[in-house]
């Protein structure tokens, strides 16, 4: 795991590396491959619908203001080897019965998904929460219906905790303790 220092809008920060993947912040020079992403019907099909150019935009805001509040979002993902866009992939603050929890979340072009780069991705991430952030508990709220997603989460040690509303759809909230001894 690596991290660089910020290097600025032009120049984003990366954050974390894998052995075939950089996860850095998002910049405004991401909105078409983000774009992209979020209106692949294939990608949401799991969401109350794709996203728009301008709610892909406001996915970006939003990682960036998470960035700066909370030292940490939902991040590009890049392939080393290629310096292809793959995805983003990161941790977000959510409400999950009325507690806030941090989740891990990942979304993977179509065309590459199967290559295993959410479950290295996430790995990463949840390895991030726990070394730098020192997060006790991490989450994962996938739809009941999207078995690549919980095949993921129990990459990462994370198992089915209860099923419940969020977002409104019911989902499946997966959780693990990655660091008993970290604050809560």
Request: net charge neutral; proline share 5%.
């Amino acid at each position: 795991m690596n991290s660089a220092p910020h290097q600025g809008e032009s120049n984003p920060r990366t954050v974390l590396t894998t052995p075939r993947l950089i996860l850095r912040e998002m910049t405004s020079a991401d909105l078409d491959h983000m774009a992209a992403l979020l209106g692949d019907p294939e990608v949401m099909r799991y969401y109350p619908a794709p996203k728009s150019r301008d709610e892909a935009q406001a996915w970006i805001d939003w990682n960036q203001r998470l960035y700066c509040q909370r030292g940490f979002g939902l991040w590009a993902v890049i392939v080393r080897a290629t310096s292809e866009f793959a995805g983003d992939c990161g941790l977000t603050p959510q409400r999950v019965d009325g507690a806030e929890e941090i989740e891990v979340g990942y979304h993977i072009r179509a065309d590459l998904q199967g290559n295993g780069y959410a479950t290295e991705a996430a790995t990463a991430c949840r390895d991030f929460a726990r070394d730098v952030l020192g997060l006790r508990r991490l989450i994962a709220i996938i739809d009941p219906a999207k078995i690549p997603s919980q095949r993921v989460a129990a990459n990462l040690g994370l198992s089915e905790e209860k099923r419940t509303t969020v977002h409104g759809g019911r989902r499946v909230i997966y959780t693990a303790t990655i660091c008993p001894q970290c604050r809560a």
